[in-house]
């Protein structure tokens, strides 16, 4: 950790000369800890940082890790803000073939999940990754068979240069990302085609229209925190889209049209005065989910 420190101090600040000496960087926490936060910041994001002082003065060591040896019998396991490294992860995961649910959240040393890995991982249904910036490579989602769900959110370097072959080919029952294009990059032809719920998350920007027309079996979308300023105007061609449902979206004030399937149409915690116009007889938005049977407008107390 105080090497990945010491190299990104080199990048951003090189007259800094901090080396990987305990005491040279403690010296620096105390007389610049502001420059500090934020150099561990643009290593390990802002979810991160708050435990990586801690472990930056070696207080937690990979030897701790290495002498714990997951259970052959685990089929569930979350994994969370550990300075855990990518060797000790991946012999965890070789000896656990048993999984059928794993949880990863803000591991700040994982750089990479390799087929080799994957291939024990054949009974795994569930795989979530959240907030793990260090994170570039993800190989071998088709050995995978077993694999129902998928979340891979806030890992901003990954980089998906997955073959036709390697990605999922099995139809899933939900996939989570908060960036769009990368569900094509993620699925074969037959798992895009097939996919049925997609959820996204913490998104900037839709960019959606060109990958939302190419799924024919979607039938719930659902988007949460999301910071766009509309939906995508193709939604009614969706053709088996059945429930949507937007939460957190407060940037949103109007709808498209909808596709004449739509049987289910959810609002929580949107803009106050979009969430009155969908109640409102006669309005455009109320006009647009007229046709849909179950309504739900939900304001929480905040």
């Given at each position: 950790?105080?090497?990945?420190?010491?190299?990104?101090?080199?990048?951003?600040?090189?007259?800094?000369?901090?080396?990987?000496?305990?005491?040279?960087?403690?010296?620096?926490?105390q007389e610049q800890p502001e420059r500090f936060d934020e150099?561990?910041?643009?290593?390990?994001?802002?979810?991160?940082?708050?435990?990586?002082?801690?472990?930056?003065?070696?207080?937690?060591?990979?030897?701790?890790?290495?002498?714990?040896?997951?259970?052959?019998?685990?089929?569930?396991?979350?994994?969370?803000?550990?300075?855990?490294?990518?060797?000790?992860?991946?012999?965890?995961?070789?000896?656990?073939?048993?999984?059928?649910?794993?949880?990863?959240?803000?591991?700040?040393?994982?750089?990479?999940?390799?087929?080799?890995?994957?291939?024990?991982?054949?009974?795994?249904?569930?795989?979530?990754?959240?907030?793990?910036?260090?994170?570039?490579?993800?190989?071998?989602?088709?050995?995978?068979?077993?694999?129902?769900?998928?979340?891979?959110?806030?890992?901003?370097?990954?980089?998906?240069?997955?073959?036709?072959?390697?990605?999922?080919?099995?139809?899933?029952?939900?996939?989570?990302?908060?960036?769009?294009?990368?569900?094509?990059?993620?699925?074969?032809?037959?798992?895009?085609?097939?996919?049925?719920?997609?959820?996204?998350?913490?998104?900037?920007?839709?960019?959606?229209?060109?990958?939302?027309?190419?799924?024919?079996?979607?039938?719930?979308?659902?988007?949460?925190?999301?910071?766009?300023?509309?939906?995508?105007?193709?939604?009614?061609?969706?053709?088996?889209?059945?429930?949507?449902?937007?939460?957190?979206?407060?940037?949103?004030?109007?709808?498209?049209?909808?596709?004449?399937?739509?049987?289910?149409?959810?609002?929580?915690?949107?803009?106050?005065?979009?969430?009155?116009?969908?109640?409102?007889?006669?309005?455009?938005?109320?006009?647009?989910?007229?046709?849909?049977?179950?309504?739900?407008?939900?304001?929480?107390?905040?």
């Amino acid at each position: 950790m105080r090497s990945l420190f010491n190299e990104r101090v080199s990048q951003i600040e090189p007259s800094l000369q901090i080396t990987v000496h305990s005491e040279e960087i403690h010296r620096f926490t105390q007389e610049q800890p502001e420059r500090f936060d934020e150099i561990l910041r643009s290593i390990f994001g802002s979810r991160c940082a708050s435990f990586a002082p801690r472990l930056i003065r070696g207080q937690i060591t990979e030897e701790d890790y290495s002498q714990f040896q997951c259970p052959a019998s685990l089929d569930f396991l979350f994994i969370s803000y550990c300075a855990i490294t990518d060797t000790v992860l991946h012999n965890w995961w070789r000896r656990s073939a048993s999984l059928t649910w794993l949880g990863i959240r803000c591991l700040p040393f994982l750089r990479a999940i390799p087929r080799e890995v994957m291939m024990s991982l054949s009974m795994l249904r569930t795989l979530e990754i959240h907030d793990c910036v260090q994170l570039t490579c993800l190989q071998g989602l088709n050995y995978l068979t077993s694999l129902r769900d998928l979340t891979i959110v806030e890992c901003p370097n990954l980089i998906m240069t997955l073959e036709e072959v390697e990605k999922v080919q099995q139809c899933l029952d939900r996939i989570t990302v908060d960036d769009i294009p990368m569900v094509p990059q993620l699925l074969s032809r037959e798992g895009f085609s097939s996919l049925r719920m997609l959820c996204i998350e913490e998104s900037d920007e839709p960019r959606a229209e060109e990958i939302l027309q190419q799924f024919p079996s979607l039938r719930t979308l659902y988007f949460d925190w999301c910071k766009w300023s509309s939906l995508p105007e193709n939604l009614g061609t969706l053709p088996q889209l059945q429930k949507l449902t937007l939460r957190w979206c407060p940037n949103v004030r109007s709808l498209p049209t909808l596709p004449v399937s739509l049987q289910s149409f959810t609002l929580r915690d949107c803009d106050k005065s979009f969430m009155n116009s969908c109640q409102t007889a006669g309005d455009p938005n109320w006009q647009k989910i007229a046709h849909v049977r179950t309504k739900e407008f939900i304001q929480d107390d905040i």
